[in-house]
């Protein structure tokens, strides 16, 4: 399943160090810690939303990977399970492209002051009920 990309044309990603997969736009960087990065892409063929997660560390993203493709197999990916699109090396390190969400756990938290809304914790546990 793996695939290799190439660096895209000299603009706005290169400038800000992102090694994107082939087709994708850069829109934005939505968090940069130690050693992994997610930016906010756009596919050109189909005009989707997508994030791409970079990390220098091929095994935490491989066992995040797999993990996603068995979840997959299973048809979790329809029961609010984030959807794995592709896993490429890009210059000797792994990316994961997954599904856009609303917003990430990190933000969440931040919005919350640290704090988990017991209407979203009613929410969460009828999603992995339904998984």
Known sequence: MYRSASWPSSSS????????????????????VSFVTVVMC???DAGQIVDVK???HHQDLHQEASMLRHLMLHNLDKCNIITLYDEIFISNRM?????????SL?????????LVLLEDIRTVIQQMATA
């Open 13 to 32: 990603e290169t400038r800000l160090h992102h090694q994107l997969p082939r087709g994708h736009t850069y829109l934005d960087t939505l968090r940069h």
């Open 42 to 44: 756009k596919r050109r």
């Open 54 to 56: 970079t990390s220098d």
């Open 95 to 103: 990316s994961l492209v997954v599904e856009k969400l609303d917003i």
């Open 106 to 114: 990190h933000n969440y938290l931040l919005e919350t002051q640290g």
